[in-house]
């Protein structure tokens, strides 16, 4: 055997295997972090894997797929949020992103100058009296970023497999068997999203979805954010 054959070998047998459960957004974005890494070995094991577009039980390719601002200020959260638009910014010259203007309007009692985002966004800016709809009291204009789902999957699947990244198609039922799959010295990463309300031995009732249809519309003209 050559010493390049005994090297291969040894930095696979060092390497951490890394199972991700969920080929969605933050399951891809997860591996795509860790594969820089050479010390993980990585496989994605899910139902639906980034070319089942068309699937009715996959949120990423229906869920909105923009940057918006929720909740109220959290310094750890804050640190994801920024750098998350960072990245995605950063991505518009590839086309895989875009740049977004955005409003987003409040009734009484909310105090602008103190937005948890506002130094976050590109672009802040509070908004006049004259751009209000009749029923809000105050308002923002900011950029946001968004991406399309049906190139934004495909092209991190495509990077994670140049990078030797193993895509596994199954349906794990079970917590243990999900573990099972990382061996005893390896690591599972739950990217489940809503599926962890019905994975056995975690059933986190926590997670709960927020919205019923989605009705998908091609109209090139909108370019604006609002909420």
């Known amino acids: 055997m050559s010493d390049t054959s005994n090297v291969s070998q ?4 060092s390497q951490t295997q890394v199972v991700v459960l969920g080929a969605g957004v933050i399951g ?3 591996a795509h972090v860790l594969s820089r890494d050479a010390r993980y070995k990585i496989k994605i094991v899910a139902r639906d894997m980034p070319e089942d577009l068309d699937s009715q039980a996959f949120a990423s390719p229906w869920a909105g797929a923009n940057w918006s601002p929720m909740g109220t200020y959290n310094e ?3 640190k994801w949020e920024k750098t998350t638009y960072d990245r995605f910014w950063d991505m518009i010259p590839t086309g895989l ?3 977004s203007p955005s409003r987003v309007f409040y009734e009484e009692g909310t105090n602008l100058d103190e937005l948890w985002y506002k130094t976050l966004v590109r672009d ?3 908004l006049g009296s004259n751009e ?3 029923s809000m009291k105050a308002g923002v204009g900011f950029q946001t970023v968004s991406v399309c789902p049906d190139a934004y999957l495909p092209w991190l699947k495509a990077k994670l497999v140049a990078r030797g990244v193993e895509f596994v198609r199954k349906r794990v039922v079970t917590l243990g068997e999900a573990a099972a799959l990382a061996g005893p010295n ?4 739950n990217a489940t999203g809503l599926g962890a ?3 056995i031995g975690l059933e986190d009732k926590d997670v709960y979805p927020i919205r019923g249809q989605t009705i998908v519309i091609d109209n090139p003209k909108v370019h604006e954010f609002m909420c």
């Open 10 to 13: 040894k930095n696979a047998a």
């Open 28 to 30: 891809l974005t997860v």
């Open 76 to 78: 750890r959260i804050y």
């Open 97 to 99: 992103a875009i740049a």
């Open 124 to 126: 802040f800016r509070i």
């Open 132 to 134: 209000l709809p009749p």
């Open 186 to 189: 390896g690591v599972l990463i």
């Open 197 to 199: 309300r019905s994975l």
